[in-house]
C-alpha cells in the first residue's frame, strides 16, 4: 500500500485531504504541525509527502530543506496559498518536486500525486482503450465499436487526455494546462474547452452507445464505463 | 535672525523688503538733497562775500551753518517716520493682497475625502491666486474621480465577490432544509461548486490586477511576431465564434515584430476578441487587422456589433463595468476582461482604445516598436 503523509495544519482542509486520499486506497498519515510532520518523516517511511508550506512552528520550507540534506528523497508536493513566482521557485530549488496553489481541486491533487508515484516507471503505450472505444496513438484513429471517428488534433488531444486519466477526474485547470499548454486558464479558454469537449462528446458518444464521456458538475470531465 | 526670517509670513517678509528697500532709497535721496543745498548755501555766500567785502562775513557764515542744521535734522527726524509710516502701509498692502491666499487655505483645509466635490471658489480666474486656484480645483478634480472609482471599485468587487457567496449559502441551506435523493444533493454540490469556481477565478483575477497596480508583476519581454500571435489566438478561440456562427479573419501583414511578454499579451488579445465574439452579432465576421510602421505595431479587432455608445466609451476599459448588466455574468465573464487587456497592453508599453467606426466597434492595440 502506498503511504503519503500529509503535513497541514488547517484541520479541515488536512481532514479533506486525508478522506480524499483514503478513498484512492492510499494509507495516510496525517500531521497537523510542522514539528510533527518533521519528525515523521524523518522516522518513518513515505511514498510521498504533501506539504503546506504556512506552517506553525517551522515553516514548510525549512522542513523540506532539512527532509533533502537529510536524503529523505520521497517525492514532495507543497501546497501554497500564495502563487508568487518566487515562492513556487524557492520551493522547486529546494527539492519539492511539485507544487500546487491554494484554491486547488481535487482531482487535480489526485492526478499529480499519481503522477508523482508513477514517476521513473515509465508506461511507453502506443495504444488506448476504454470499454469499445480505442485510441491509436501512433496514427491517431480513433475507432468506436466499429466505426470511425473522424476526430480534428485538439479533440484528439482532449480525448487522449481523458482517456489516460480513465476512472479519474479531470478538471478545467488541468486541460487548460496539459492539453491548451496555458498557464493560466482565463475566460476565453474555459469557454473553448466547453465547446470542445460537447463536439467531442457528439462525435464519440452520439449513436445512442453507452456513454463515456461525462461531466461532474462544478469539478470537471470524466471518462468511464457506465454512469456515475 | 534666518530662524524668524524662515517662519515669519509672506506679508512680513514682504513688509520687511519693501520697508528696508525704501529706507535705503530715502537716505540716499536725503543724502543727495542735503549735499545740493549745502553746495548752492555755500556758492550763495561766496557771491555775497564779493559784494559786502569784508564785513559781516562772520555772521552770515553761521547764519548758513545753522540753517544747514535745521535742515540735516528736519531730515533726521522726518525719515524715520517716513519710513515706519510706509512700512506699516506697505504692511496693510501685503496683507490685502495676500489675504485671498489665507483664505484659499482656509477653503482648501475644508474639502476633505469625504467632501471631494467641493471647489475653491475663484474670484478672479485672471490674476495669480485665480490661476493658483484653478490649478488646486484641476487636481481636487482628479483626486475626486479617482477616488469615485476606488469606491465604485470597491464597491463592485464586493457585489461580484456577494453574489456567488450567497448561491453557495442559499444552495447549501436549501439541501440541508429536508431530507432529499442522492441525485439532488449531487446536483446541490456541483452547483455550489460551480460558484466557488466562480469565486476563485474572480478572485485570482482581482490579485493579478491588484499586482498590476502595484508593479509587482515581473514581465519577461522577448521579441514575437504580433501577427504571429494574433493567428494564435484566432486558431484557439475560433470554435467558440463557429459556435456563434462568425467568421473570425486574420488581416496580416507578414511579420510584425515587437518585444513584449507573449503570454501577457496573449491574453491581451485573447480578451479583446473573446468580447467581440460575445458582443458580435450571429452570423458576422469578426476581423483581426494588424499592422507596422516604423515606430509602432497596431493590431485591430472590429466586429459587426451595434457597437458602443459614446457614454459607455470611456468606461468599457474599467473593472466590472458593464454596457449591459445583466447579460455578461451568465456567460461566465467576470467583467474584467477589458481591464486585464488594458493592464496587459500598458504593462508592455503600449496602450488600447475603443476607436468606433460606423458600424460596429473597433478595439485598437498599439505596441511601440524599439
Known sequence: ?228 | MTRWWRTASIRVRLTAWYTAVLALMLVVYASVTFVAVRHEFYEQLEEEEHVEAAHSQQSAEQRVEQQLAEILLVLVLGLPVIVVLAGGGGYVLARRALSPIDRLAADARRITAERLHERLSVPNEHDEIGRLAAVINETFARLESSFDQLRRFTADASHELRTPLSVIRGIGELGLGETRRPAEYKEAIGSMLEEVDRLTRLVDTLLRLSRGDAGTVRLSPEPLDLAELARDVAASLGVLAEERQQRLVVNAVAGVPVVADRLVMREAIANVVDNAIKYGPSPSTIVITVNGSETQAVLEVTDEGPGISPQHRTRIFDRFYRVDEGRSRERGGTGLGLAIAKWAVEANGGHIALVSGPAGSTFQIVLPRE
Open chain 1, 1 to 228: 500500500m502506498v503511504r503519503v503523509l500529509i503535513v497541514e495544519d488547517e484541520r479541515k482542509l488536512a481532514q479533506v485531504l486525508s478522506s480524499a486520499l483514503e478513498a484512492e486506497h492510499y494509507d495516510v498519515v496525517v500531521a497537523a504541525t510542522g514539528e510533527d510532520g518533521f519528525y515523521r518523516a524523518n522516522a518513518e517511511l513515505f511514498d510521498l509527502v504533501v506539504l503546506d508550506l504556512m506552517l506553525p512552528g517551522r515553516s514548510g520550507l525549512e522542513i523540506l530543506q532539512t527532509l533533502r540534506q537529510r536524503h529523505v528523497d520521497a517525492p514532495v508536493l507543497i501546497l501554497t496559498a500564495r502563487d508568487g513566482v518566487d515562492d513556487r521557485v524557492l520551493g522547486l530549488d529546494l527539492g519539492a518536486d511539485d507544487y500546487l496553489v491554494k484554491p486547488f481541486a481535487l482531482p487535480e491533487l489526485l492526478a499529480r500525486i499519481r503522477a508523482l508515484l508513477r514517476r521513473g516507471r515509465p508506461s511507453e503505450v502506443l495504444r488506448l482503450k476504454v470499454a469499445d472505444l480505442e485510441l491509436d496513438l501512433v496514427s491517431r484513429r480513433v475507432v468506436r465499436g466499429d466505426r470511425l471517428v473522424d476526430l480534428t488534433g485538439r479533440e484528439f488531444e482532449l480525448l487522449e487526455y481523458l482517456v489516460r486519466h480513465q476512472g479519474h477526474l479531470v478538471s478545467r485547470e488541468m486541460l487548460a494546462r496539459d492539453v491548451w499548454k496555458e498557464p493560466r486558464r482565463a475566460t476565453p479558454l474555459d469557454n473553448v474547452i466547453d465547446v470542445q469537449m460537447a463536439r467531442l462528446r457528439r462525435k464519440v458518444d452520439s449513436d445512442g452507445a453507452l456513454r463515456l464521456i461525462h461531466t461532474v458538475r462544478g469539478v470537471g470531465f470524466v471518462v468511464r464505463e457506465g454512469e456515475l
